[in-house]
């Protein structure tokens, strides 16, 4: 999966410095390239924006999905215990009365 992100960031890294080339060596006033310029840096703030909500987002529900198979494990193991607890009980204290 590492190596899956690594080349997507690489692609992405490739195609913002691609695009700041192009803006800068594009035949356009100085002004237009300013503002090109700005708005590049927006879309890449927006992006990279967007990539972290995904990836938090990822996170959560990966975090919630193995909580709940932590939390259903634990309680049938405790559920074991005290079955097998009680039963040692009624074994014990059955033929003592």
């Not at 594009?26 to 995904?54: C, F, H, M, Q, W």
């Not at 559920?79 to 039963?87: A, L």
């Amino acid at each position: 999966m590492s190596d899956n992100r690594d080349i997507f960031f690489t692609f992405i890294l490739g195609g913002l410095i691609g695009a700041v080339f192009g803006i800068l060596y594009a035949p356009k006033s100085g002004k237009e390239t300013r503002r090109n310029i700005k708005n590049l840096g927006e879309e890449i703030v927006n992006t990279i924006s967007e990539l972290n909500e995904d990836v938090v987002g990822s996170n959560r529900k990966i975090f919630e999905e193995r909580k709940e198979e932590v939390l259903e494990e634990n309680k049938n193991k405790i559920d074991k215990v005290f079955e097998t607890g009680k039963q040692v009980f009624v074994e014990k204290y059955s033929g003592k009365n």
